[in-house]
């Protein structure tokens, strides 16, 4: 394989998906377009009195940073998002537990011989914009949300 062929591509398969408490299964909400994945932990380091080194070092509270645009969009995304799991109605729930969402994709290589596949869970997003618009345009949302855990990372030949 030349250096090219292992260059990956953001296309058609990537979604969000919307995680719903009595449902089997999430629910694909969105298309994305765009797309950061950053997993990161707090580094905690440790020295000793007689060295300037590093003598130890210990990793703690990781969370999954996520930065989404996307412009295919299924309104629920919203109406959940205000109300919660479930809401219909769309108004503004009074509740402390954040709506969760589901991340995957399917990355190609240039030549199709190889594919990366991940799935971020529990996303959460702290702020959603209800309309983001201009004049003769497709809406294109912009999130920014701190996702649990990263599942299914994995590098293989595409699935037929």
Known sequence: MS??????????????DLTEE??????????IQ???IVPQFEINQFYTADSTHIADQFQHEGSVNVEIGYSFFDG???KEWLGGSGAADGDMADTSDPQKYELTGEFLSRDGSQQ????VEGITFPEMPIIAASRGENIQWDLSGT???VT???VD????
């Open 3 to 16: 250096e090219r062929d292992s260059i990956y591509n953001l296309q058609d398969y990537a979604t969000l």
């Open 22 to 31: 009595d449902a089997d299964e999430p629910t694909p909400v969105a298309g």
């Open 34 to 36: 765009d797309v950061t």
């Open 76 to 78: 629920e995304v919203v």
């Open 116 to 119: 990366i596949s991940c799935t």
């Open 147 to 149: 996702g649990e855990i």
């Open 152 to 154: 299914g990372f994995d």
């Open 157 to 160: 030949a595409p699935a037929e």
